[in-house]
């Protein structure tokens, strides 16, 4: 079946510091790749989605690269924020059925100042 | 509303009892999704809606779980002889159409106990 994996966390990071977090999946196909990202008290929002390979998903600073070759869809930042401080979800879907999709565990991200 | 609501947002029962989650989703979003969140994994779907019918209802894990949409709004998910493995967080979402987007609007979720 579909899967995701992505890094386990905590991730602590300071301030203006990098960000990666790993994200691999296992499909039969090409899915369309999503992050989605729950921060305190509220609900999963999406952050970013790329449809095909080598698209390229990007929002608030934050970017994935869909690699086919390497089935990743990895999220990067330049310089986290504290406010970035969120619990980070990657996620697959099928095209004829988006609403189905198949999370990762999710990654825990906490930015100090 | 302004967003996905969700009520109770906590719920404790006993196992074996009923229990009832409700969910409003965003004014004039046709279609509405249930999900599952057990501890320390990320959401599972459970049931899909279009309207008032349910279009997918293949993640409800047993019979026990069964849900309705009867006006094409609110839905209600409805868990009989709870079970101490039915614990999670239950996450409604909606999205102004059934397939395409990919952007599912997600509410706060209702946790729920068995004990």
Redesign the interface.
Known sequence: GNSVTQMEGPVTLSEEAFLTINCTYTATGYPSLFWYVQYPGEGLQLLLKATKADDKGSNKGFEATYRKETTSFHLEKGSVQVSDSAVYFCALSFGGSNYKLTFGKGTLLTVNP | GA??SQTPSNKVTEKGKYVELRCDPISGHT?L?W?RQSL??????LI?FQGTGAA?DS?LPNDRFFAVRPEGSVSTLKIQRTERGDSAVY?C?S?ST????????????SRLTVL
Request: net charge negative; hydrophobic share 30%.
């Open positions: 967003g996905v279609a999704y999900y320390g994994q990320g959401p599972e779907f899909y997918d993640g996450l979402a999205s059934g397939v395409g987007t990919g952007e599912l609007f997600f509410g706060e979720g």
